[in-house]
């Protein structure tokens, strides 16, 4: 008989999963959105068919993951995993919620985000090993994505706290949105247009690019709510005294000062990767180009631009993820965005708020990481023959 | 013809190439040796002005080099480079049609090029085309980045050492094939390389450069029999310049009348092979044959012993 063998990281999942399943409360119950609440387990939260069918699942995924289980299965169990959970908290605020009553909360405890977190290692660790090519990437991601708009639309979370809040700010909700993205790819093509022709530059002045590549690793050290405050005055003394500008909606406060930080926070990730991709293009192919007779332009677009591309695309993956985070801090100077939600959940201390802020925020985050990762991977021509050869 | 003229290159104090002069006849193959840093690729990139010179002049045809922009005079001007410098996100057909690209050729007379330097390369046009380059060997690399060299029809080839990155047996092949391709196109050749052996094998000029100056330019056997500087003969080595001797020449100026026996060598084969052939085999005469195969007489050990030996 073949041996059983263990995975050390299918070990760590296993304590995990089962202490959030079965130590760690699973849902939280308040009776209105800011009092303190009271915890439940599984058993508590769920019918007692479901928490049946949750904790068989998860004693099954567990299972899967401690031994040593071949990547495709381990993916399987932890996708059926991770929707067990999201329709069982579902399921958890229907049952927990009293009829007809429009006060009372539900919300995921500590139990559930720590089964979310096992069981979301799993998955990643086991695409790591299947190493699926970048398109069934973003067909995974898709895949994962539609699942979760199904459970929205069918309203199988309706219950949760969090889409309570949401379905008393529907306008603002989507309004919010629409300024959180505009706000991180605005400013990330500002970057892109400023910065790539500013890393082309300083990869051919010499004396240029220690100078520019300081004063942009400088600002990459001023924390983001410092830089906001520090380009309150400079915008608002531009609104008051250069005429139009206030026109355009530049002020002291607001969309500009949050455009403006994102885009000198974006800035060092372009130039500095459009260096480093133009420096990293063969000596040989450069003086080749020049040698049989092509133009500094010529060569420019021909020749380096295309084998710097990948790692010009990995300086605008950086900075897109990190906009789309900072662009929550927006919100503190009155730029906008779903920071708006997290801060007045601070404020009025309600988390499900905060949450309405905080996990679009991360969605979008993590959905542009892996769609550009696979972008990228696709723009590199060739990666595995050139290392094999 | 190309004529360089006085040519002088300074890099702040340094004097890379010092007041060079040479006159290079066309369709032929001029060799440029020396020790590493004496300014060989500095020479060589002044012609289509990768550098451009301190003082002095280059004549191509009796036209400056000058008397038009860098871009477009080396765009006349074939340019090969050790370690090949392809285009690594270019296949192998669009390397090669880099040059007639960028003079507008039309499409069809490009694609035709390509293909027909591919066949003289020996590599399959159909199999080879749509490769990139990290798809090939290195001897096919090289060959390529010589066919993309020639795709314009280049008169002039600047080659810095082309062939530096192979190995001997690949090497070997890759300067025969050289010297065909250069009498198919009647292209004019300089050629930089450190490899004295591969300058004797190529060369119908040399051109010896010590510290930034030309020290001696002449035909391979003058230089053998007359070096001009204690320098040069170090560099041609005293223990080797018998057999060079015998290298730079064909079998068919050493056949003298007579019979002898076994298998006949070519006249085409050079007289360092014969006296191997003769010395390994213990013999003291070969029979040799015309590329058709007739025998016209043989080769001697004694015949070729009296044409190794150095002037006296
Ligand atoms: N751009 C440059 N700036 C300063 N010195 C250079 C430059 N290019 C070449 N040199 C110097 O010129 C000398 C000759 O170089 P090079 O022509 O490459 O020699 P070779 O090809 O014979 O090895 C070397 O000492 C080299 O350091
Ligand atoms: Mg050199």
New interface residues.
Partial sequence: MRQLRFDKLGAIIAALALGGAFIAPFATFRANRIVAGEVKSVIDAVPAAWSVALLGIVVCAVIVALVRSPAYLRLAAAFVALAALALGIGVAATHLTPEANTYARVSPASGFWIMLFAFGLLAADALTRLRPAPFVRIVVLAVVLAFASAILLAGAWDGLSILKEYASRVDTFWAEGRRHVTLALGSLVAAIVVGIPLGVLCHRVTRLRDGLLGVLNAIQTIPSIALFGILIAPLGWIAVNVPGAAAIGIRGIGVAPAFVALFLYSLLPVVANTVVGLAGV?R??N?????????DW?RLVG?EF??AFPVILTGIRIVLVQNIGLATIAALIGGGGFGVFVFQGVGQTAMDLVLLGAVPTVVLAFAAAIVLDAVIEMAT??TR??EA? | MIEIENITKRYGESTVVDDVSLTIAPRTVTVVVGTSGSGKTTLLRMV?R?VEPTSGAIRLDGEDNRSLPG??????I??A?Q???????RTVAENIA??PT?LGWERARIDAKVEELLSLFQLDPAAFGPR?P??LSGGQQQRV?VA??LAAEPKVL?MDEPFGALDPIIRAKAQDDLLAIQKHFQTTIILVTHDMEEAFHLADRIAVMDKGKVVQYATPTEMLLKPATPFVESLIGAGERPYRLLAIAPVSSAVEPGHAEGVAISSAASQREALAELLWSGRDALPVADPDGAVIGKVSLEGLAKRAAGPT
């Fill in positions: 063969p040989d192919a003086d080749a180009a020049r040698g049989i007779g092509m133009t010529q020749i295309p084998l021509p060739n023959q050139a050869a | 289509n990768l871009y477009e005079l080396r765009r006349r074939g340019y480079i370690g090949h410098g392809l285009f690594p996100h880099t040059v960028l990139f990290h798809e980045g993309r060299a600047l």
